[in-house]
């Protein structure tokens, strides 16, 4: 009798029975007249700039009228990728070590629990899109590098220089810095000079950040999806991947609890899957806030076993299925924000600074 070939036997028979898959588990807990209560729609970002504002907006006008979770991610993080002033996200992002940028993106959906994700993607200014289309249009949940480009352009993304004239001045800038004994840089007998470039004027600081961007939204059915889009660590090893494309990690949806994302230090945030921590910990009853706050501890309790004085720069926001919000950062001078937007209007979420003053 012939077999029909399905994905799944064939997987089966390639891989073998004896190959172990690990699969998080689904974090489901509540009952449905829990899940029932008090839905409404809800968007959110870690992005607190006009921009960010706009792409909330943007979000809610899908929501608002009766649109997917999915579809208000999507556009909302596609307004602050295309932002060409936005160093930290798509295009006009920083590129790495040697001038290229390269992008990270993830994507969630609550209700199906799909993922989908790219990683190092060149030359795509909206790599959110082609993190969604991985999550809805094939049996995978990351592609990187080469492959990624491949598979965008295969569903017609058009490929783009992402390299603005500002991150190409500000890489030129690292570079002249980077180290005194490379030969990059202005002649050794006019180095007191220097300062006369323009590019020193007009970029006094080399930013050198993680930035990134989270969007979490829950639709007026209650389903929940989310994003992380980033540009990553500036001037980063070549072929580096942080946190924002790895499911768990830089993000992480769950219909039955709620969804959280993260910005920062990439590296710390994969060693703690901090997103799945933060779900986790509102399964097991935390408030989105608290929640944030205890991925924070955790992560602190385990570097002060090496390094007592080290507090890495993470920031995490989270959101639960009855529109409690949270925000966190380990240190730092500010408040750390979220932008929401609701059915009464947009607002800006005060987080709490987890190691305020230690
Ligand atoms: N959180 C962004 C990165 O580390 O790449």
């Known amino acids: 009798m012939k077999k029909e070939i399905t994905r799944r036997n064939f997987v089966n028979r390639t891989i073998g029975a004896s190959a172990g898959v690990f699969v998080l588990p689904a974090l489901t807990g509540f009952t449905k007249q829990e899940r029932t209560k008090g839905i409404k729609p809800l968007i959110i970002t870690s992005h607190t700039n006009d921009t960010g504002q706009k792409a909330i907006e943007t979000g809610w006008e899908i929501l608002k009228n009766g649109g997917s979770a999915v579809d208000a991610v999507e556009k909302a993080a596609n307004i602050i990728e295309l932002d060409a002033e936005d160093t930290s996200v798509g295009y006009g992002g920083l590129p790495n070590e040697n001038g290229v940028v390269q992008l990270d993106s993830s994507f969630m959906d609550g209700k199906t629990y799909s993922a989908g994700a790219v990683a190092c993607l060149e030359n795509i200014k909206t790599p959110s899109s082609v993190a969604r289309i991985v999550m809805q249009h094939t049996d995978h949940v990351l592609l990187v590098g080469a492959g990624a480009l491949q598979f965008a352009k295969a569903w017609g993304f058009q490929e783009e220089n992402l390299l603005t004239e500002k991150a190409r001045k500000i890489w030129l800038r690292w570079k002249e810095e980077l180290s005194p004994t490379d030969d990059w840089g202005v002649p ?91 779900v986790l910990k509102m399964k097991e009853g935390r408030t989105p806030q608290q929640a944030c706050e205890d991925a924070l501890q955790m992560i602190v309790d385990r570097y002060r076993k090496v390094n007592p004085d080290f507090f890495p720069g993470e920031k995490f926001v989270a959101i639960n299925k009855y529109g409690d919000l949270g925000c966190a950062t380990m240190k730092g001078n500010r408040k750390p924000q979220m932008s929401v937007r609701v059915d009464k209007g947009f607002s800006r979420y005060d987080g709490k600074i987890a190691f305020e003053g230690k």
């Not at 830089?250 to 901090?274: F, P, Q």
Request: glycine share 14%.
């Open 188 to 278: 050794e007998h006019l180095q007191n000079l220097k300062k006369n470039e323009s590019y020193w004027h007009d970029f006094p600081d080399i930013e050198h950040h993680y930035g990134t961007t989270n969007v979490l939204a829950i639709d007026m059915n209650g389903d929940i999806a989310g994003c992380t889009t980033t540009s990553g660590l500036s001037f980063k090893i070549n072929g580096r991947v942080g946190d924002s494309p790895i499911i768990g990690a830089g993000l992480y949806v769950d219909n039955e609890v709620g969804a959280a994302g993260a910005t920062g230090r990439g590296e710390d945030v994969i060693k703690s899957c901090a997103s799945y921590y933060i």
